[in-house]
């Protein structure tokens, strides 16, 4: 009694110690680690109890709760209803709220890392084996954690029973019989309640314990029903020792198994073993096999812990390792004192084979001089000792009478290459067999040589296939590959870019050709290693593009370590030759020979890949059939016939008359080239405006190959005051062709005038040519430059010359203007004059008459190059004679233009250059001045 008052006192003294430092911290500027202060303060208090007896935890608990639960067994307390789940923490773990009063640890251990390092063993291991290894379990036992204590509805009836258990004693009776009690199996292990006989407790099962209270209470009280549940399991301790993380005395309850222990204080380290385990209790020494839990083989024996129990760990013992097609290939520990166990055995603990069939066991054996020997077994009897490291490995990897259907639809997967006769067209004809979106004109079958092992393709039309014009024998481990319009696009864009990479290629090797003794050296590049890879996107439209280094087959686009599914869509051009598992430039060169081409009038012309027994019915239907206009009497074809034998080909031209059956009965060859005429017809080709002195004007439609005469018929004729003499033609293909030979002159004049400059400069700068004559050159070509093309074409709009000359008489193009002016009564006078303007036409008025009316030539006029633009549009110079007017006589509406002179510049070539140039712009001018007078 004194010794537990000392203890007391000392637990006292600890306590306010711990209270004291809590207090300290604040005022100190230290913080804790994790919680607040009142939450440190319980954590010092519930570290001082860790450790202590029992009933001396529960006297402090008692003291220090506000509640106080008494362990009087004589006062009732109602239980909770609710059974709850709690867990012991890994060892020196804070106890959160609503963990049980239980001490974790004597001293609360560091946590330790959920992994270990790689130990020299596991190194040496996988380099003799090849491949990473590991030591078997220690990934699951090998670190701490929390360890699940069962909850109370689910303590079992033979649980044993023993001093410091806390029962629910529930008793239901008439009048007062009825109560609850929170009992304590005592140290006598009995327990004990009012007005009954001591139970007998402790040693005892919990079922058994349960039918003598039920007998005891019906004994004292007639008529009373007795209801026993556990409240609280007891505490143990236990010391753990030997190899593990954290190794110390361990507070358990008494459903605690020796792996609980082993986990709570941190598991076990790579040294340790996980084999050679005892517990020794008083003088019994108790083995414990870690191997019987971990890998489930259901021999392991169910242990309890008890008080007192020492939980020792050995020493890692004799190891040995197993690679190859296992379901857990890693390095295993030996039975304590055996020298080996069989194949079969260490194939068990590796979780067995991974798939059914025969296999070869090859075993690497460590020699007593230590040479490595590889020894291969006749069977799994034979023996597998220290050190020694066990390869399985199939004796046979191939399917047989197997054949995958690969691609995106749902039907892919495997199938029976005899199912069905064994026949493609079979496979095809199933419901969905080709997806969603096929494309029917092209497939690949990969084919395994069964001598040379290596695979060929070989290409197909579905669309042949299911009519049964051309089927395939299928064979065991062929791929058949169809494919979807999106992936046809793939093809497409990847051979398009190979082909423009492998030209790349060529013109480079010819620009970089060096001349080596007079003959030419080209430095040529390998272009058989040129070809698209897994980098090639899946693109949303042919008109996507890709870089072209991204085309590099020297880099191996089936990459083993990454299998493409084959009941997947591809998304890139590598994927694809890994799925059909041959190398991707077989492949790009492979779908280059099937290609044909389609142009002209279908509504989907360009390249197109088909396999044989393609008819061009299926190839014009693929290209979205044909158009509306299409001339269907015949096709040019373009073909290619090669003779290998006599290494000649011949490429000639036809035309396929497709009357009748034509489209379904020819069969398209690779390289065809097939062209689409439209059918001539004379359809309304535009519009064209009448406009003037018209009977009907307006815009009228018009037909291929119509003329003006016809246009004028229909409009109702000229009316009496047309001037058709004066019409104005203007036509948008000629305004065009005008608007660049304006920038092509400008650009030459511009030339030539810095050209003279420079001479007159080099000959030391004397010239007859005046700063304005300069400045007059260069304002005409900035006027050339910004001259507004008209594309006024000369025709006289009068319907009886138009009969009596046909020849004269235009065909119409869609938005031509046709104007009819009226008669004009002026005469306009341009350019070079005192006062341009028009002026009162008469017949008596000479060219020079109509100049002097506008005040005589201007100071840099130049009179020897006058023009007359007359109402037609035509120019001539003054001294020439227009239909059957003569020099003297000028009609109205025509238009006298005095160009600048030239000549003080003395640029002969230049001068020559200008006339031209000044008759088109005065043409111009004259069809705006009577563009004018329309508006």
Known sequence: MFGLRQRFVRISLAVLVALAGALLWPALGLTQSSGSSSSGLGQAI????????????????????????????????????????????????????????????????????????????????????????????????GSGEAVPVPTIAAIPSSYILGPGDQINISMRGQGSTSNDYHVVVDRDGHVILPGIEPVPAAGRQLGDFAKD?????????????????????????????????????????????????????????????????????????????????LSQTGRAQPILLQDGDRIVVGPLGPTMAIVGWVRKQGIYELPP????????????????????????????HVERDGRQVMHALSGMSERVGDSDILFVQPAADQAYEQT??????????????????????????????LGTTPYPLFGIVSRRDPHTYLRSLIAFSPVAVIDGRDDIQLQSDDIVRV?????????????????????????????????????????????????????????????????????????????????????????????????????????????????ANVDGAVRGPGSYIVGPGTTLADLVAAAGGTQNWTDESGVQLTSTVVDRAAGTAVTKKQTLPLQGATLASYIVQPQDDFRFNRVYTIVNAGAVDLE???????????????????????????????????????????????AVGYQRVADQLQTQLLVGLGQVSAAGGNTSASPDAIAGMQALI???????????????????????????????????????????????????????????????KSANDYVTEAGGYGRYSDSGYTFIVYPDGTATALNSSWISFDSAKIPPGSVIFVPKDILPINWVVLSTTLADILKDLAVSAASLAVLHERG
């Open 483 to 595: 494919f979807s319009t999106d992936e046809v696009k793939l093809l497409d864009k990847a051979v398009q870019d190979f082909q423009s990479q492998v030209q790349q290629t060529t013109d480079q090797s010819h620009s970089l050709a060096e001349p080596a003794n007079g003959l030419m050296t080209p430095q040529l590049t390998n272009t058989a290693n040129q070809g698209p890879t897994a980098s090639t996107p899946l693109p949303t439209g042919v008109q996507q593009s890709t870089s072209l280094s991204s085309f590099d087959v020297s880099k191996e686009s089936i990459n083993p370590t990454s299998p493409v599914p084959s009941d997947t869509s591809v998304t890139n051009f590598g994927d694809l030759a890994t799925q059909l598992n041959i190398d991707s430039l077989v492949l790009i060169n492979f779908v280059i020979d099937h290609q």
């Open 337 to 364: 004192g055996a020298s080996g166990i069989t194949a079969r055995g260490l194939v068990a603990l590796a979780g067995g084979l991974e798939v059914r069939g025969a296999y070869k066991l090859s075993l690497l």
């Open 46 to 141: 519930q570290n001082v109890l860790n450790g202590q007896p029992a009933q001396i935890q529960q006297i402090l608990q008692g003291a220090g709760s506000g509640n106080g639960s008494p362990v009087n067994p004589q006062v009732s307390v109602t239980p909770s209803s609710t059974a709850q789940t709690t867990t012991i923490p890994v060892a020196g773990g804070p106890q959160g709220p609503g963990q049980p009063m239980i001490p974790v640890a004597t001293t609360p251990p560091s946590p330790t890392p959920s992994g270990q390092p790689t130990t020299h063993l596991e190194k040496i291991m996988s380099d003799r084996a090849g491949v990473t290894l590991s030591l078997f379990g220690y990934d699951q036992v």
């Open 213 to 293: 209270m039920a007998a005891a209470v019906r004994k004292a009280y007639v008529g009373t029903d007795t209801f026993v549940t556990i409240a609280q399991l007891r505490q143990i301790n236990v010391m753990v020792v030997g190899p593990v993380n954290t190794p110390g005395m361990r507070a358990m309850t008494a459903l605690s198994s020796p792996l609980d222990a082993i986990l709570v204080s941190g598991g076990i380290q790579k040294i340790g073993s996980l084999r050679n385990i005892h517990i020794i209790r008083g003088s019994q020494s108790i083995s414990y096999d870690l191997y019987d839990i």
């Open 692 to 738: 003037g002195e018209i009977r009907s004007p307006g815009s009228y439609q018009i037909t291929h190959g119509e003329r003006l005469s016809e246009l004028l018929v229909q409009a109702g004729g000229l009316t009496d005051t047309a001037y058709p003499y004066g019409t104005v033609y203007l036509r948008k293909s000629i305004a065009a062709q005008e």
């Open 782 to 844: 900035n006027q050339l430059r910004n001259q507004q093309p008209v594309g006024r074409v000369s025709f006289i709009a009068d319907p009886s010359i138009l009969a009596a000359h046909p020849d004269r008489d235009p065909l119409l193009e869609p938005g031509d203007v046709v104007f009819i002016p009226q008669r004009p009564s002026t005469v306009t006078v341009l350019g070079e004059v005192m006062q341009p303007g028009s002026y009162a036409f008469s017949e008596d």
């Open 404 to 433: 995958v259907y690969a691609g995106g639809q749902n039907m892919a997967g495997h199938y029976s290459s005899t199912g069905h006769s064994g026949k493609l067209s079979q496979l095809l004809k199933q419901p969905g067999a």
